[in-house]
């Protein structure tokens, strides 16, 4: 895993698929958001790939990290596990609000 400089967060490449594990509790704010999304850049190495996310039991996102993560990202594909119905309602607000620009899928 390569821990971001928040802690809150870890990333990592695997068979071409990208993976980033939340920590239980963590609010990502936007200096997290902007972390995680320049480390997704550099594992992808100009290449569009998957990714998984493991959002479970996160508290939530900032506005200001939503923004950040509907920019565009090096992905073909993304999905999303999450373990409460918090996890849940964060994934669904984002999908009203933000239109992906790779497929997601939810659970």
């Not at 400089?5 to 594990?21: F, M, N």
């Not at 996160?58 to 565009?72: C, L, S």
Request: with cysteine; net charge positive; aromatic share 8%.
């Amino acid at each position: 895993m390569h821990p971001l400089d928040s802690e809150k967060a870890a990333v990592e490449l695997h068979d071409g698929v990208v993976y980033l594990r939340w920590t239980p509790g963590a609010m990502v704010t936007a200096k997290d958001a902007r972390a995680v999304m320049a480390k997704v850049r550099y594992l992808c190495s100009g290449r569009h790939r998957p990714m998984l996310v493991d959002m479970a039991r996160m508290e939530g996102v900032e506005h200001k990290a939503r923004e950040i993560f509907a920019a565009p990202w090096p992905l073909t594909r993304t999905a999303i596990v999450g373990t409460s119905p918090v996890d849940r309602v964060i994934v669904s607000f984002y999908l009203a609000r933000h239109s992906p620009v790779c497929p997601r899928t939810p659970y």
